[in-house]
């Protein structure tokens, strides 16, 4: 979840500087609801592919450390 939150806030992050270099620097840079909402499902869906695997990962390296502790492996 934190992950995701983490993901999430970064690409509003993103979206704003978008808005910014529209705003401020170049008209031309590509700014609509539909670039908006498509980066920010993408990114939600990035982190939360990266948050499992991080889950994943951190679960089976405490599982592989059980074991050797427990004189299972």
Known sequence: MVALAVGLALAVVWELGEWAGHTYLDPAIFVSYDDTIGDLAAGGAGA??????LFWCFRHEVLAHAYVL???A
Do not use: D, F, M, P
């Open 70 to 72: 427990n004189g299972i």
């Open 48 to 53: 939360a592919v990266a948050g499992a695997w």
